[in-house]
């Protein structure tokens, strides 16, 4: 399979990671947490983050193991050419699956919110030829988009934050454990596949500048979007009550409906640009991914060319669900329900595989290469 043709420093690479994972704060995520969690769904990300450690830790491990070798190079040394690519087609069909629905999630949001005049099927359609663009022009592309707009987009949700906070009720954080800890820390562990892009990222680490740059830039990024996340879980939490979040699919499209600057009204417009380019960001970068997987099972040295094909298949299987604020939120949480223990298991399995064969025993000298 063809490598991209540069590779991207750590500021582009962290920058991916935290529009791609940060912006699912602004969809139905929190509203996922609130109907077990309660008061407690601030606690879940930095329960997550703990959890996820352990798999980011052994995927970095393994992958930084074998040099020049990306995920799916790595998963079909370790298992043998048959479960190998069995592997990676169960992975390649999770990540259609997260790509389908989430996508599906954000077109009902741009159009049961901003244009609600505009045909769904148009939306989807200029949506993903947006993304397919994004991701056909390469990793190099959107890591430097990304980079580019990063801080204007954490600049205008640091804003809508403070804004809203006048709107919070400091009451509505209690009880601290909300359902009790253990149920706490049952839920979170069962859906710390939010995270799970940090175990797919094992794609590009071959197109980054440099080991270092991978092993630094993804724990920079696991940290930023835990301290991320829980400040708007917290925030949501204060001004909505977890009673009023369990009924409300999108709390930042909701939240920024509720800020006022003075004689100024419909102010959500202002956030609206910020938030969709986020989201062509994330979309990209997953068919980018998702691409890479394909051209390594398939053999295809080009495999940026994959991506307007899987949009495509995207739009098709995106517009099905006929009620998506709905059907898409009850199979999402299926989602990430079967993704946690693949999340999970998988890196530990690898990493004891690479460990039986002697792999890991020169990985010192081979990063330093």
């Known amino acids: 399979m063809e490598q991209s043709r540069g590779k991207i420093g750590i500021r582009e690479y962290v920058a991916i990671l935290l529009l791609t994972v940060g912006v699912k704060l602004s969809d139905d995520t929190p509203a996922i947490f609130a109907d077990f969690l309660k008061n407690a769904i601030w606690m879940a990300p930095i329960l997550i983050g703990i959890l996820s450690i352990i798999p980011i830790y052994f995927t970095i491990k393994v992958i930084t193991a074998y040099k020049n070798k990306n995920l799916h190079d790595v998963i079909l ?27 599906a999630m954000y077109i009902d949001i741009i159009g049961t919110m901003y244009f609600t005049e505009t045909p769904i099927l148009i939306i989807y359609i200029v949506f993903m030829f947006v993304c397919a663009y994004g991701a056909k022009k390469g990793l ?25 906070l006048r709107e919070s009720r400091i009451p509505h954080i209690f009880p601290i454990f909300g359902p009790g800890y253990w149920e706490v820390v049952k839920r979170s562990t069962s859906h710390v596949s939010i995270f799970a892009e940090f175990f797919f990222i094992g794609l590009i680490a071959p197109y980054i500048a440099s080991v270092k740059a991978f092993k630094k830039g993804t724990w920079i990024a696991l940290v930023i979007l835990v301290i991320e996340m829980t400040i708007s879980f917290l925030v949501y939490l204060l001004v909505f009550d977890f ?8 709390p930042y499209q909701e939240l920024i409906r509720l800020i006022r600057l003075g004689f100024l009204t419909n102010i959500e417009t202002f956030f609206f640009p910020f938030w969709i380019i986020a989201s062509f960001i994330r979309f990209s970068f997953y068919l980018y991914l998702i691409s890479i997987f394909l051209g390594g099972i398939f053999n295809i040295k080009k495999f940026e060319y994959l991506a307007p094909i899987i949009a495509t298949i995207t739009v098709i299987f995106g517009v099905a669900p006929e009620a998506p604020t709905f059907t898409v939120f009850s199979i999402r949480e299926i989602i990430l329900n079967i993704m946690s223990p693949i999340f999970v298991l998988v890196p530990c399995l690898m990493w004891i595989l690479a460990k039986v064969r002697g792999d890991l025993k020169h990985e010192k000298t081979k990063q330093n290469n």
């Not at 298992?79 to 087609?89: K, Q």
């Not at 190099?140 to 809203?164: C, D, N, R």
């Open 243 to 250: 009673e009023g979040l369990k009924f409300l699919d999108y």
């Open 140 to 164: 190099e592309h959107i890591g430097s988009v990304s980079w580019l707009v990063l801080f204007y987009i954490k600049f205008t949700l640091l804003i809508a934050f403070i804004l809203a």
């Open 77 to 103: 040394h370790l298992f043998g050419r048959y479960i190998g690519n069995f592997l990676s087609c169960i992975l390649v069909l999770s990540g259609f699956l997260a790509l389908t629905f989430d996508s």
